[in-house]
Structures are given as structure tokens and as C-alpha cells.
């Protein structure tokens, strides 16, 4: 090795290299044309080095944290809005300047603009860790990712665990979810239960389709 070679070394091979060398010459300094201080001063920037990298390491590994703990605060706080917006959108006689007051669409209050919808959406769950991935489609027009005209969005009830349900009675509301696809996230104690999903449309003047047909999926733990 020579001294025009250290360039080519990354940052952790540099100071492995040169500890070679700091380490033969610190007990014979003499040895080779060097005192007792060359090998301190060459120790010290080995040192310096290696703690300057241990830092950004450091760093890169908390901001590496901090990307992570932000995308899952952002995932929960939309899957959280998502839930209470549609919930606040849901309320039986709500005003529109309530909606409004609150940042949401108002509805549309001329029906002929906005009539119930007539057709379904088509259910299907993805499945990962305690999350199911909800998307939907119109069952009109099935190879096309749009709602229907007039459509606001997808009403999401379930029914967790036990036999699908029957109707809606037997089912909590999850969500008015604007675009497909809908998170939903379950505890550990929900792990291995069922979790039966039903769906249907609400215009933009809050009228409402009729129900799809059941969808099931088992949580994983």
C-alpha cells in the first residue's frame, strides 16, 4: 500500500488500513524515521475518524427510525380521519354547514343531481399482519377502478367473528372511504377471528345503494 492507494478505500476501510500501520509504527516509531509524536498524531486522526462515522451512523440509523415512526403516525392519523370523517358524513340530518364547519363536502341537496345509486361495489381484502386492505369496485363496471357517477363513496360495515352476518344489524360501521383501497388495523386479540364486511354506495347527495354481497376474511395474527 501506498500513499496515493488511500483515496480508493471507503471510510471504514480507510481507518482499518491505516490502524495497520498506526499500530506497527506506535511501538517502534523509530523504526521507521518517525518519533513518539507521529504515532500519537496518526492515532488521534484514526480516532477522530472513526468517531466522526460512529456519529453519522448514528444519525443515519435515528433518521432512518424517524422516516418510519412518521409514516406510521401518517397511516394512522389518515386511517383514523378516514373513520370519523365518515362517521361525521353518516349522522342522520346533518347540515351541511356542519360538514362544512368541520372542512367536509357538504351533500348535494338536489336529488335529481345525485340519485341512489343502483349498483354494488365489489368487495376484495388483502391480507397482511392484524391489517386488512379493503378495495372495491363497481360491480357495473368491474374492470374499471372508478365509482359510479354521482357516487361520493363506499360505506364500509363489519361484522367481527361468528357466522356473516345477516343484514346490517349485526354489523359496525367502519368507514365512508372516498377512494379504494381502506386500511383497517386489529389488536393481537382479534388475531385468527373472521372479520365479514359489507359495502355499499352513498351519493353525493347521502343516498344510499343497495348492500354488496358479504365479504369474509380471516385476520392474521
Known amino acids: 500500500m501506498i500513499a496515493r ?9 480507510l481507518v482499518a488500513q491505516t490502524t495497520l500501520f498506526s499500530d506497527a509504527v506506535t511501538g517502534n516509531p523509530t523504526d521507521y524515521g518517525l518519533t513518539a509524536a507521529d504515532a500519537t498524531a496518526m492515532a488521534s486522526a484514526i480516532t477522530e475518524l472513526d468517531n466522526s462515522l460512529n456519529l453519522l451512523d448514528a444519525a443515519r440509523s435515528a ?30 340530518g346533518i347540515l351541511n354547514e356542519t360538514l362544512e364547519k368541520a372542512n367536509l363536502d357538504a351533500y348535494d341537496t338536489t336529488k335529481t343531481d345525485s340519485p341512489a345509486p343502483g349498483s354494488v361495489p365489489l368487495g376484495m381484502v388483502e391480507l397482511a399482519k392484524l391489517r386488512h386492505i379493503i378495495s372495491f369496485r363497481d360491480s357495473a363496471t368491474p374492470d374499471s377502478e372508478g365509482k359510479p357517477g354521482g357516487v361520493l363513496g363506499c360505506e364500509i360495515w363489519v361484522k367481527l367473528d361468528g357466522d356473516p352476518p345477516a343484514d346490517e344489524k349485526e354489523c359496525t360501521f367502519l368507514a365512508l372511504d372516498t377512494g379504494s383501497p381502506y386500511t383497517v388495523n386489529y389488536p393481537g386479540t382479534d388475531g385468527k377471528k373472521n372479520a365479514h364486511y359489507l359495502l355499499r354506495w352513498v351519493s353525493k347527495g347521502g343516498e344510499k345503494g343497495p348492500w354488496s354481497e358479504v365479504v369474509s376474511a380471516t385476520i392474521n395474527a
Open 5 to 13: 492507494d488511500l483515496q480508493r478505500f471507503s471510510d471504514r476501510d
Open 63 to 92: 433518521e432512518d427510525a424517524a422516516l418510519e415512526n412518521k409514516k406510521a403516525a401518517r397511516q394512522a392519523l389518515i386511517t383514523l380521519a378516514r373513520t370519523q370523517f365518515g362517521v361525521a358524513r353518516a349522522k342522520p
